[in-house]
């Protein structure tokens, strides 16, 4: 969420950087400006009228010492009083209307973001890796999950409906060895600690990190919340978690954290619950886009003149992992028109996938500057300092699982319909190298 003052005294600013991200700061900002005039109103008669407040209190000081009737004086300071007290009222409740205003404006991007409308935009920064070459023709993940009897839909889709997958034998087993071997990578090489927290969340925690009001179609929303309306929220209503983002940086909601300990680095393994709103016929075959998946996140908490550098460390240790795990890959800067809503600037990872002849996002990392951490409330005193400031936050997948596991599939697939394990994984394997068709499948 943006700071109340810095919109009222850089609006125009403010419009520009939402039309860069193709947004309509009319229908954004409504009457922001007319509210704010308004409040500025309230504000100058409130003031006035103080001034006024303070000539009678002068003034009836000046009839008591002289023995003076004061009572008149004391009925106009009451009614006065009482007009402060209506203009004030008005003063604060058209700045709660604005700051509702602003729970619905995305954040602003970087100078450096390049201006675009959609990903077509988007602007490379670097590519890893050589794009492997076969003999035979490459199949997608899909085709060779289902002949190596490891992946199956069609019993996923049975149990529980599109868009969800069952991994049996060694999917299962290559699954769990991508997430141990991440949280290892993470927090032995990369220093981050890591933590499990809750897999269900309160609204509270949504709007921490900017998915409420604005994406609540595209999360999964538990039945405690039954009898509300949409836009209404109970402390104590839950919502499967769409990341572990959410959980992860609400840790410190409503908290003051000690300078001394920033940066703070932690990861942590979550499922992750999606609805996929808007996204019908969309990745329909495979695993790319499922209502159930595993991911390991990255989430930093820093102080706002190093968050930029954070930033690219934290993309950096993604990039690890695909390096570790010799996928080919290629980050992007993300343009306007196409970074999330709480982002002020993104890089995304994209694997290569042989089997479709393409690259495909395996992680966002993000620089959500104080975005969040002023919709979360979460600060810390700069030495030498007598107030607080927001912290800057930051993450990243480092990785998505089930994206990482088809990337090994269709990357490391061989003539006879084996796929290798990366030496990377072996160990987390137990010393298998090769990963065959699943007997009885």
């Known amino acids: 969420m943006h700071d109340l003052n810095f919109v009222r005294t850089n609006l125009e600013l403010v419009e520009k950087k939402l039309r860069d991200r193709n947004a309509d700061p009319a229908a954004l900002l409504g009457d922001f400006r007319a509210l704010d005039q308004k409040r500025r109103e309230a504000i100058t008669s409130a003031e006035q009228l103080n001034a006024r407040i303070n ?27 009482a007009e402060i007290e209506g203009f004030s009222s008005v003063a604060k409740a058209l700045d709660n209307e604005m700051v509702g205003w602003l729970t619905t404006i995305p954040n602003l991007c970087r100078d450096e973001v390049p201006i675009g409308r959609d990903e077509t935009a ?113 402390d104590n209503d839950h919502w499967l978690i769409p990341t572990a983002e959410v959980p992860v940086t609400n840790l410190f909601r409503d908290e003051v954290l000690d300078e001394a300990k920033l940066p703070i680095a932690l990861t942590a393994y979550t499922p992750c619950f999606r609805s996929e ?26 102080r706002p003149e190093e968050s930029d550098a954070e930033h690219e460390q934290l993309t950096r240790n993604a990039e690890t992992i695909l390096e570790r795990l010799e996928l080919p890959y290629r980050r992007m800067l993300l343009c306007t028109g196409d970074t999330g809503f709480s982002s002020a600037k993104t890089f995304d990872l994209e ?24 919709r979360a409330n979460i600060r810390y005193k700069p030495k030498g300092q007598n107030k607080t400031t927001f912290v800057h936050t930051l993450n990243g997948s480092g990785l998505a699982v089930g994206r990482t596991w088809l990337a090994i599939l269709e990357n490391y697939q061989q003539a006879d319909g084996t796929v290798r394990v990366p030496a990377a994984l072996v160990p987390y394997m137990g010393g298998q190298e090769i990963i065959r068709p699943r007997a009885g499948a």
């Open 55 to 81: 000539a009678l209190s002068k003034q009836i000081g000046e009839y008591k010492r002289s023995g003076q009737d004061a009572g008149e004086l004391f009925r106009e300071a009451a009614a006065i009083k």
């Open 277 to 302: 709103a808007g996204s019908y016929g969309k990745d329909v075959r495979g695993i790319i886009r499922q209502h159930q998946f595993q991911k390991v996140e990255l989430v930093k908490f820093t």
């Open 351 to 374: 694997v290569w996938l042989p089997g479709q002849n393409l690259y495909r996002e395996i992680s966002s990392c993000s620089n959500f500057e104080a975005f969040q951490a002023r």
């Open 122 to 234: 988007n602007l490379e920064v670097k590519k890893w890796g050589t794009i492997p070459t076969y003999d035979f023709q490459p199949k997608p993940h899909w085709e060779l999950g289902e002949q190596l009897g490891i992946l199956d839909l069609n019993r996923a889709s049975k149990i529980s409906g599109a868009r969800f997958a069952v991994y049996w034998g060694d999917g299962a087993k290559l699954e769990r060895a991508l997430i141990s071997f991440m949280l290892d990578q993470h927090t032995r090489e990369h220093g981050y600690t890591e933590v499990l927290p809750p897999f269900m969340v309160n609204s509270k925690s949504l709007f921490g990190t900017g998915q409420l009001p604005k994406f609540a179609d595209d999360l999964f929303r538990c039945s405690d919340a039954e009898g509300l309306t949409p836009g209404q929220y109970r």
